[in-house]
């Protein structure tokens, strides 16, 4: 059994920064993507960032050249950087991962709410 935990989400103003974290632990065989989503009220759970095992990214446009995915490897974590943060970013982040043997996980979920 795995378990993915989101931390760092909470309350910023416009234009700040938040760092969340994304630790898996259990019996890890090996994690191949990791990826953020998102979902505010009312909208369909999208994704924000995802990064291969060997350090690929992709983002969605809304984010592009504010967040920074990154993942440590060796602590089977992966991060999200957010700045630059808007009102639009406020939502639950989840995490997600493409764990060998366990298939795709998902975390509880964080929540980062953008509001001056």
């Known amino acids: 059994q795995v378990q993915l935990v989101e931390s760092g989400g909470g309350l910023v103003q416009p234009g700040g920064s938040l760092r969340l974290s994304c630790a898996a632990s259990g019996t890890i065989f090996s994690i191949n993507a990791m990826g953020w989503y998102r979902q505010a009220p009312g909208k369909q759970r999208e994704l924000v960032a995802a990064?291969?095992?060997?350090?690929?990214?992709n983002y969605a446009d809304s984010v592009k050249g504010r967040f920074t995915i990154s993942r440590d490897n060796a602590k089977n974590t992966a991060y999200l950087q957010m700045n630059r943060l808007k009102p639009e970013d406020t939502a639950v982040y989840y995490c997600n991962a493409d764990m060998t043997l366990w298939g795709e996980c998902w975390g509880q979920g964080t929540q980062v709410t953008v509001s001056s």
């Open positions: 990064i291969s095992s060997g350090g690929t990214t």
